[in-house]
């Protein structure tokens, strides 16, 4: 294609694993002179990947599946024993902690040194010199050694490099899980504007919400092979099917829907996984507060969530979890059993438990929900990732998507404005 910004063509990486090493003469003589045990590895299996320009597009996978390989192979840190990588434009990749810092050089001459890396000239990093400082937020460190900063410094200096040079293309590793939420929050808003301004970026991350709310397409990597390449939110179903399985140590076959007798209002929906999980889903129906005879809730309404399992035996473990959606997959809330303080010890056979929503304040609109089973140390032992949709019609005339209470009061004498305006606190 002739727009495309990222071309990787049925790349493998191999890297040769030695088993027994025998670096001194001492450990040689001891073994006789025995060769080592080699062992190929294939850390990356004929991948193809193609990004169009101004694409954004997330790549989702476990340790070990390869994710950080391919970027690597993409930014030109390891070339691919086998197939070829294209890239169009400058590239500005960040990749793992500290890439590319040298822990002797102050942080002023690590961002011109990796400046220089990026093809910049020293008179074009002095341009921008003052606004990475400025988005790193390290100004009184920088002219101190690298080798003293913090995890958290590490990334903000290092995306503040790749950000600021004017790049193509941007690639970034899962290390902006390492910084603080609201530099987090900041980088995103930067990665929005490179969204806005027609460039292309590469996003590794385990976080699936990030590939849904960002990201114009997944890729799910799994020991090394392409799984899925899709729409954001296929590829998420996929990626927690894939954990689902992997984590439990289990297969997933083709699944077969069991439908339980429910209500006119329920909801039957999802995929039953593998009958020996420890624990699984059976049915899930949705119960309104309001009228039952018609297909939706009002603003202000209790939502019910009524969830069927089975245990194969007991176990004091569960955790339940549940998270809704707009219609652009959006999360809106997330929660689960642990988080609201409610430990569940489930019995052998089938069970039922109830997610409540007292006084759903959403307004207009189509929502759906999520609905998994994993273990307090996160071992996921079933996953709905489209449980059951639900309406809201809002009976009142507010907009929007939330409804707030909101109170207004006219102040009417000179007395009181002045006696408010002493309370008032400046925002």
């Given amino acids: 294609m002739s727009d495309f910004a990222v071309d990787v063509r049925n790349v493998s990486k191999r890297f040769r694993l030695a088993h027994g090493q025998y670096n001194s003469l001492k450990e040689r003589l001891i073994h006789g002179g025995k060769r080592q045990n080699v062992e190929d590895f294939w850390a990356l299996d004929e991948v193809s990947l193609t990004v169009q320009q101004g694409e954004t597009v997330g790549i989702l996978g476990r340790n070990g599946s390869g994710k950080s390989t391919l970027l690597k192979c993409i930014c030109g840190v390891l070339q691919p024993t086998q197939g070829e990588v294209a890239v169009r434009g400058k590239l500005a990749g960040l990749l793992e902690l500290g890439a590319g810092f040298q822990q002797d050089l102050t942080g002023r001459e690590n961002i011109y040194l990796n400046g220089s890396l990026l093809g910049m000239s020293k008179r074009e990093v002095d341009k921008v010199f003052d ?3 400025d ?7 920088i002219d101190g050694p690298v080798k003293f900063y913090s995890s958290g410094m590490y990334v903000r200096l290092g995306f503040a490099v790749a950000v600021n040079v ?8 899962e290390v902006l899980a390492v910084g603080d939420e609201r530099f987090q929050r900041k980088c995103i808003d930067r990665i929005d504007q490179f969204q806005r301004e027609g460039r292309t970026i590469l996003l590794v991350t385990h976080s699936s919400d990030t590939v849904r709310s960002i990201c114009d397409r997944g890729v799910v990597l799994s020991h090394g092979r392409m ?10 179903r996929i990626f927690r099917e894939r954990l689902m399985a992997e984590g439990a140590g289990m297969s997933i076959v083709d699944p077969t829907l069991v439908a339980v007798p429910a209500t006119p209002s329920s909801i039957v929906n999802g995929t039953l996984p593998d009958a020996e999980r420890p624990v699984r889903f059976r049915s ?17 309404d209790d939502l019910t969530i009524r969830v069927e399992f089975e245990a194969l035996h007991a176990m004091d473990d569960v955790v339940f979890s549940l998270e809704i959606r707009n219609l652009d997959g959006n999360s809106l809330m997330r929660t ?10 489930v019995p052998p056979g089938t069970s039922v438990m109830h997610f409540g929503i007292v006084g759903v304040p959403l307004l207009d609109g189509s929502f759906s929900f999520a609905l998994g089973i994993q273990s307090r140390g996160g071992v996921l032992y079933d996953w709905r990732e ?9 009976p009142g005339k507010m ?7 909101v109170h207004a009061a006219l102040i009417s004498s000179e007395s009181d404005v002045d006696s408010s305006a002493a309370l008032a606190q400046p925002l």
């Fill in 131 to 133: 606004a990475i400082v």
């Fill in 135 to 141: 988005f790193s937020e390290l100004e009184e460190f």
């Fill in 166 to 173: 004017d790049p193509d293309v941007l690639v970034v590793d």
């Fill in 227 to 236: 799984v899925a390449e899709g729409e954001p939110g296929e590829v998420t």
């Fill in 284 to 300: 899930v129906h949705r119960i309104f507060s309001g009228d039952n005879s018609v297909p939706y809730l009002r603003t202000g």
């Fill in 336 to 345: 689960d059993t642990s988080i609201i303080g409610v430990p569940i010890a």
């Fill in 386 to 394: 489209d449980a059951g949709t639900f309406e809201v019609m809002n």
């Fill in 399 to 405: 907009t929007g998507l939330f409804r707030m209470d």
